[in-house]
């Protein structure tokens, strides 16, 4: 069955240095999604990504966030410049584009890069 | 933001049916109810959606009111492996809301 892959599982990085954090969607998908969740709490919406343009961004998600899609598959997550606050589980997911009778709602998950900032 | 209530948690005996609800009281007409799960620190993994009519998978069945102010997720044989905390969310799609969830702790 065809999953969402990210790399790395983990990284811990020194507080202001810039980290990308890679995925890897469902090939047949058209939707990505950035969310993160900090240790014992919720999980947060960060960023959506459709036709090589963000569609919506959270509050989160300021200046010191990018994404891109560099080439067909993969997915990328920048924090330019990382503070204590980034360490979280960030999670990609992707789900197939909206079609009439289709809800969208199955949004398929990664397995989370752990992100620690020291 | 879309708001849930769902119970923090409850507990369930190995191979009975869990019944997880879920107040979604402020819904509308033409939005969906959506069941998300996250074992552990895992990705969060997709159950069931529905807007009006009751929807069962190999996952689990969904049961949603005719005022559609709220659900019932129901997990008809619950295993250990269905230790987890459970997500009920709605709205029209795109980016998904996370509550706090139920979280569900099935007992031998």
């Known amino acids: 069955e065809p999953e969402v892959t990210q790399t790395p599982s983990h990284q811990v990085t020194q507080m202001g240095q810039e980290v990308i954090l890679r995925c890897v969607p469902i090939s047949n998908h058209l939707y990505f999604y950035w969310y993160r969740q900090i240790l014992g709490q919720k999980v947060e919406f960060l960023v959506s990504f459709y036709n090589n343009e963000i569609s919506e961004k959270s509050e989160i998600f300021d200046d010191q966030f990018s994404v891109e899609r560099p080439d067909g598959s993969n997915f990328t997550l920048k924090i330019r410049s990382t503070k204590l606050e980034d360490s979280a589980m960030y999670f990609c997911a992707s789900t197939p584009l909206w079609t009439s009778g289709r809800s969208g709602y199955e949004q398929y998950f990664g397995p989370g890069t752990r992100l620690t900032v020291t | 933001d879309a708001k849930t209530t769902q119970p923090p948690s409850m507990d369930c005996a190995e191979g009975r049916a869990a019944n997880l609800p879920c107040n979604h009281s402020t819904i509308s007409g033409n939005e969906y109810v959506y069941w998300y799960r996250q074992i552990h620190s895992q990705g969060p993994q997709y159950i069931i959606h529905?807007?009006?009519n009751n929807e069962t998978n190999e996952m689990a069945s969904l049961i949603i009111t005719e005022d559609r102010k709220s659900s019932t997720l129901i997990l008809p044989h619950a295993t250990l492996r269905d230790t987890a905390v459970y997500y009920c969310m709605w709205g029209q799609g795109g980016k998904l809301i996370f509550g706090q969830g139920t979280e569900l702790s099935v007992k031998p």
């Open positions: 529905g807007l009006k």
